[in-house]
């Protein structure tokens, strides 16, 4: 009667759990049979460790956490014993190897997630250092131009240069005021928007709260429809807080700072034109003008040489160290992943080997698109250096440095995209064991991502 009691008690807790989770546990389905002798006790127990981590996996990976949030670490932890104690189940039957197997297949692919999204978050701002870079470039280029006019320059000049000077940063001082015309309306929309979706969000979680509440009130059973509805709404608000995350990333990371790369341009056009406009109206002490004005440039060029040297330095570092740990972390989780579903999957037959190898394609598809984007990183930042080399000659110091970082990091790329290969073949090896709708969609899914990861290879190979 206790077997039948904790068999009866094991099968209720796994009709509650839903999703990737529920469909591991299926796997171990009818191991509270007996309770015969001592193996058959320990296959009870497996059967518990697994029920237990799969209950503690759903609570572990409630939210969405990275590496940099402050619960970071405790989750880790508790993924990281999670993994341990399923993938320790002395005399456990090889179904219930399996289900701790995927179990920690599933936990290995959270952990990489994590590191993943700060990845990401990463890029974005690494995206944006770039472009900085690169307006800088530009603004050097420009200035060192105008120091070598400025060297040329005697007091025979024409004043019409000196107009038309005046004119042509007068007319990119218009263009730059349309852009920061056209900049407010979408900055102010993005504001209004966020402001309105989280109140919308708040309104939403108390009326979740109050279902939840009022099932408390009603109890297990009569309850449950309104915790579940509950459920539905605080996705929703969740939902609605992730449009207005979007939202802040698009103000912060793209149209708060062209605002201000716009105005830090017009301030300097707007220092230009007065300064030329001083020239026209004290011609007759042009030649002293001129020659500060010239220092003054060449100051500005190495000002400006300064900081784009320190940015790519500094950029450079944190693509190679900071950027490549976060994605060699969450590679080396996900290929952990993968062999945790390799081997549940040759511990299984049948249907049940279909569901392990399907977390193998799924896993293997995860590990090779991160490594394709860690190979997209890598190839971003040996671009940015090949236009500093090419730009750069006779302006900015430690070109061969720079050469020498972009050939490491083209290196690297190729030889990400080379695992990233690897890994989409393997998803596509273990995909031709499974049967079925769902496998043949996946399999067409599969060829696309193929297919575009080789189209840029091949883009890659002829840049290189």
């Not at 936990?107 to 990463?122: D, I, K, N, V, Y």
């Not at 979007?246 to 790369?261: I, S």
């Not at 450079?316 to 969450?330: G, K, N, T």
């Not at 302006?395 to 995209?417: A, K």
Request: glycine letters at 8%.
């Amino acid at each position: 009667m206790m077997c039948n009691a904790s068999k009866s008690s094991a099968l209720g807790r796994r009709h509650r759990l839903g999703g990737a989770v529920a469909s591991v546990l299926l796997l171990t389905g009818g191991v509270l049979v007996g309770c015969e002798d001592s193996a058959a006790e320990q296959r009870v127990d497996a059967q518990r460790t697994i029920l237990a981590a799969s209950a503690d996996f759903r609570n572990a990976t409630v939210g969405t956490v990275t590496v940099e949030d402050e619960e970071f670490e405790s989750r880790q932890q508790e993924l990281n014993a999670l993994i341990g104690r399923v993938s320790n189940l002395p005399n456990a039957d090889p179904g219930q190897q399996a289900a701790g197997g995927m179990l920690a297949a599933e936990a290995l692919s959270e952990l990489a997630s994590m590191h993943l999204a700060h990845a990401q978050t990463m890029q974005r701002q690494q995206r944006f250092d770039r472009r900085k870079i690169q307006h800088a470039l530009d603004a050097a280029g420009r200035l060192s131009a105008r120091a070598d006019a400025q060297a040329e320059l005697t007091t025979s000049s024409e004043r019409a240069m000196l107009q038309g000077q005046r004119d042509a940063a007068e007319e990119s001082l218009n263009e730059l005021n349309r852009q920061i015309g056209a900049l407010e309306g979408p900055i102010a929309d993005r504001l209004d928007r966020n402001a309105q979706d989280v109140a919308e969000a708040d309104r939403l979680r108390e009326e979740a709260n109050d279902l939840i509440r009022l099932a408390i009130e009603l109890g297990h059973a009569n309850g449950f429809p309104s915790f579940q509805q509950a459920i539905d709404i605080r996705r929703d608000a969740d939902g609605i807080d992730f449009d207005v995350s979007l939202r802040e990333l698009e103000l912060e990371y793209e149209l708060q700072p062209q605002h201000e790369l716009v105005e830090l341009q017009i301030h300097h056009l707007r220092s230009a034109v007065e300064s030329i406009r001083n020239t026209l109206a004290e011609f007759d002490r042009l030649d002293e003008q001129l020659t500060g004005d010239l220092d003054a440039t060449r100051q500005q060029v190495s000002a400006l040489v300064q900081e784009i040297s320190r940015s790519v330095d500094g950029l450079s570092d944190r693509v190679r160290s900071d950027l490549a740990e976060q994605y060699e972390q969450a590679g080396e989780y996900l290929q952990r992943a993968v062999t945790q579903a390799r081997q549940a999957a040759g511990r299984l037959r049948g249907d049940q080997a279909g569901a392990a190898r399907m977390l193998q394609v799924k896993v293997s598809e995860s590990l090779g698109s991160a490594l394709k984007s860690q190979a997209a990183a890598m190839g971003d930042h040996a671009d940015l250096l090949t236009q500093l080399i090419e730009v750069g000659a006779g302006l900015l110091p430690d070109l061969e440095t720079y050469r020498s970082i972009r050939d490491e990091l083209n290196e690297t790329r190729q030889r990400l995209t080379a695992e990233a290969r690897e890994a989409f073949a393997e998803a596509q090896s273990a995909l031709g064991g499974v049967s079925g709708s769902a496998a043949d969609a996946y399999r067409s899914h599969l060829e696309r991502v193929t297919g575009n990861e080789s189209a840029t290879e091949g883009i890659m190979n002829t840049d290189l």
